[in-house]
Protein backbone atom coordinates (compact mmCIF):
# COMPACT_ATOMS: atom_id res chain seq x y z
CA UNK A 1 0.00 0.00 0.00
CA UNK A 2 1.32 3.83 -0.55
CA UNK A 3 1.23 6.56 1.45
CA UNK A 4 -0.50 9.04 0.31
CA UNK A 5 -0.51 11.23 3.03
CA UNK A 6 3.60 11.78 2.88
CA UNK A 7 5.28 13.89 0.30
CA UNK A 8 8.64 12.08 -0.85
CA UNK A 9 11.43 14.48 -0.16
CA UNK A 10 12.67 14.43 -4.38
CA UNK A 11 9.69 16.02 -5.64
CA UNK A 12 10.65 18.49 -8.65
CA UNK A 13 9.22 21.87 -7.97
CA UNK A 14 7.28 23.37 -9.92
CA UNK A 15 8.09 27.10 -11.83
CA UNK A 16 5.88 30.12 -12.25
CA UNK A 17 5.44 29.76 -15.95
CA UNK A 18 2.71 32.94 -15.79
CA UNK A 19 -0.16 30.80 -16.75
CA UNK A 20 -2.11 32.28 -14.21
CA UNK A 21 -1.28 35.84 -14.20
CA UNK A 22 -4.49 36.55 -15.24
CA UNK A 23 -6.16 35.39 -12.16
CA UNK A 24 -5.46 38.65 -10.30
CA UNK A 25 -8.55 40.73 -10.04
CA UNK A 26 -10.68 38.65 -12.39
CA UNK A 27 -14.63 37.52 -11.76
CA UNK A 28 -14.96 34.05 -11.09
CA UNK A 29 -16.63 32.36 -14.24
CA UNK A 30 -19.94 31.32 -13.74
CA UNK A 31 -20.23 27.24 -13.89
CA UNK A 32 -22.62 25.07 -11.70
CA UNK A 33 -20.54 22.32 -10.54
CA UNK A 34 -21.05 19.09 -8.90
CA UNK A 35 -20.58 19.27 -5.40
CA UNK A 36 -19.74 16.24 -2.79
CA UNK A 37 -22.92 16.65 -1.34
CA UNK A 38 -24.68 15.76 -3.97
CA UNK A 39 -25.78 19.64 -4.89
CA UNK A 40 -24.45 21.60 -7.35
CA UNK A 41 -22.33 24.70 -6.62
CA UNK A 42 -21.60 27.98 -8.88
CA UNK A 43 -18.68 29.34 -7.21
CA UNK A 44 -19.31 33.16 -8.97
CA UNK A 45 -22.52 33.09 -6.68
CA UNK A 46 -20.75 32.54 -3.16
CA UNK A 47 -21.00 36.10 -1.62
CA UNK A 48 -18.70 34.72 1.10
CA UNK A 49 -14.71 34.83 0.77
CA UNK A 50 -13.79 32.08 -1.03
CA UNK A 51 -10.56 30.20 -0.74
CA UNK A 52 -10.79 27.57 -3.89
CA UNK A 53 -7.80 25.08 -4.05
CA UNK A 54 -7.85 23.50 -7.69
CA UNK A 55 -5.52 20.25 -7.44
CA UNK A 56 -4.79 17.44 -10.40
CA UNK A 57 -6.11 14.63 -8.64
CA UNK A 58 -6.61 12.59 -5.42
CA UNK A 59 -5.18 9.04 -5.74
CA UNK A 60 -6.65 6.07 -3.83
CA UNK A 61 -5.01 3.69 -1.26
CA UNK A 62 -6.36 0.91 -3.15
CA UNK A 63 -4.67 1.69 -6.23
CA UNK A 64 -1.31 1.05 -7.67
CA UNK A 65 0.67 3.80 -7.89
CA UNK A 66 0.64 6.53 -11.24
CA UNK A 67 3.69 5.69 -13.19
CA UNK A 68 5.60 8.69 -13.72
CA UNK A 69 3.62 10.99 -11.42
CA UNK A 70 5.86 12.14 -8.86
CA UNK A 71 8.12 13.29 -11.76
CA UNK A 72 5.74 15.78 -12.86
CA UNK A 73 6.23 18.94 -11.10
CA UNK A 74 3.35 20.04 -8.72
CA UNK A 75 1.53 16.92 -9.49
CA UNK A 76 2.31 14.79 -6.15
CA UNK A 77 -0.04 16.13 -3.08
CA UNK A 78 -3.55 16.16 -3.50
CA UNK A 79 -3.91 14.30 -0.33
CA UNK A 80 -1.97 16.57 2.07
CA UNK A 81 -2.66 19.72 0.66
CA UNK A 82 -6.35 18.81 1.14
CA UNK A 83 -5.69 17.41 4.96
CA UNK A 84 -4.23 20.49 5.75
CA UNK A 85 -7.19 22.49 4.46
CA UNK A 86 -9.21 19.92 6.76
CA UNK A 87 -7.01 20.65 9.24
CA UNK A 88 -7.25 24.23 9.51
CA UNK A 89 -10.55 24.32 8.44
CA UNK A 90 -11.90 26.15 11.74
CA UNK A 91 -9.30 28.59 11.68
CA UNK A 92 -10.06 29.33 8.14
CA UNK A 93 -14.02 29.74 8.89
CA UNK A 94 -12.86 32.36 11.79
CA UNK A 95 -11.25 34.36 9.07
CA UNK A 96 -14.43 34.31 7.66
CA UNK A 97 -13.30 31.89 4.39
CA UNK A 98 -15.26 28.95 3.12
CA UNK A 99 -13.12 26.72 1.49
CA UNK A 100 -13.51 24.77 -1.78
CA UNK A 101 -11.81 21.88 -3.60
CA UNK A 102 -11.61 21.60 -7.10
CA UNK A 103 -10.18 19.34 -9.98
CA UNK A 104 -10.98 17.52 -13.13
CA UNK A 105 -11.82 14.27 -10.98
CA UNK A 106 -15.79 13.01 -11.32
CA UNK A 107 -18.61 13.32 -8.58
CA UNK A 108 -18.18 9.36 -7.46
CA UNK A 109 -13.84 9.80 -7.11
CA UNK A 110 -14.12 13.13 -4.93
CA UNK A 111 -16.83 11.39 -3.07
CA UNK A 112 -14.92 8.66 -2.06
CA UNK A 113 -12.18 11.01 -1.00
CA UNK A 114 -13.96 13.67 0.77
CA UNK A 115 -15.60 10.65 2.65
CA UNK A 116 -12.70 8.85 3.29
CA UNK A 117 -10.48 12.19 4.21
CA UNK A 118 -13.05 13.16 6.54
CA UNK A 119 -13.91 16.66 4.86
CA UNK A 120 -15.63 19.50 6.24
CA UNK A 121 -16.09 21.10 2.85
CA UNK A 122 -17.18 20.27 -0.45
CA UNK A 123 -15.13 19.25 -3.37
CA UNK A 124 -16.39 20.05 -6.42
CA UNK A 125 -16.08 17.94 -10.08
CA UNK A 126 -15.02 20.13 -12.98
CA UNK A 127 -14.65 16.89 -15.23
CA UNK A 128 -15.46 18.59 -18.52
CA UNK A 129 -12.98 21.08 -17.66
CA UNK A 130 -15.86 23.87 -17.84
CA UNK A 131 -14.57 26.61 -15.61
CA UNK A 132 -10.90 25.57 -16.48
CA UNK A 133 -11.70 26.48 -19.70
CA UNK A 134 -13.60 29.83 -19.05
CA UNK A 135 -10.95 31.52 -16.62
CA UNK A 136 -7.94 29.54 -19.07
CA UNK A 137 -6.14 27.60 -15.86
CA UNK A 138 -3.27 26.22 -16.69
CA UNK A 139 -3.58 22.26 -17.08
CA UNK A 140 -1.57 19.08 -18.00
CA UNK A 141 -1.96 15.82 -19.27
CA UNK A 142 -1.42 12.24 -17.79
CA UNK A 143 -2.85 8.53 -19.11
CA UNK A 144 -4.69 10.83 -21.65
CA UNK A 145 -6.75 13.14 -19.12
CA UNK A 146 -6.24 16.67 -18.69
CA UNK A 147 -5.54 17.60 -15.13
CA UNK A 148 -6.02 21.13 -13.70
CA UNK A 149 -2.22 22.29 -12.21
CA UNK A 150 -2.66 23.16 -8.65
CA UNK A 151 -3.19 26.51 -7.77
CA UNK A 152 -4.67 28.91 -5.13
CA UNK A 153 -7.22 31.65 -5.63
CA UNK A 154 -8.48 33.79 -2.98
CA UNK A 155 -11.48 35.69 -3.90
CA UNK A 156 -13.94 38.32 -2.51
CA UNK A 157 -17.32 39.23 -3.65
CA UNK A 158 -16.46 36.93 -6.78
CA UNK A 159 -13.10 38.70 -7.38
CA UNK A 160 -9.99 37.46 -7.06
CA UNK A 161 -7.79 39.55 -4.38
CA UNK A 162 -4.83 36.71 -4.76
CA UNK A 163 -3.19 33.67 -6.68
CA UNK A 164 -0.90 31.52 -4.77
CA UNK A 165 0.72 29.83 -8.00
CA UNK A 166 2.54 27.47 -8.33
CA UNK A 167 1.83 25.88 -5.01
CA UNK A 168 4.71 24.22 -3.54
CA UNK A 169 4.88 22.62 -0.83
CA UNK A 170 1.15 21.39 -1.36
CA UNK A 171 0.94 20.41 2.85
CA UNK A 172 2.00 24.42 3.59
CA UNK A 173 -0.76 26.10 1.29
CA UNK A 174 -3.58 26.45 3.92
CA UNK A 175 -1.35 28.22 6.31
CA UNK A 176 -0.05 30.61 3.33
CA UNK A 177 -3.49 31.43 2.65
CA UNK A 178 -3.82 31.98 6.02
CA UNK A 179 -1.46 33.88 6.56
CA UNK A 180 -2.53 36.19 4.06
CA UNK A 181 -6.46 36.27 4.93
CA UNK A 182 -5.12 37.49 8.56
CA UNK A 183 -2.66 40.44 7.00
CA UNK A 184 -5.60 41.29 4.55
CA UNK A 185 -8.73 41.43 6.49
CA UNK A 186 -12.43 41.72 4.53
Not at 42 to 52: N, W
Not at 61 to 72: A, C, F, R, T
Not at 118 to 131: I, N, R, T, Y
Request: proline share 8%; glycine share 6%; hydrophobic share 40%.
Amino acid sequence: MKNLHALPDNLPVPLDDGACDHLLGSRIPSHALAATSGCSVDLSAVTETLVIYFHPMMGRPDSLPLVGWNEIPGARGCTPQSCAFRDHHAELTQLRARVFGVSSQSAEEQREAHARLHLPFELLSDAQLSLAGAWQLPTFEYAASKRIKRLTVIAIDGVVRKVFYPVFPPDKNAGEVMAWLKIHPH
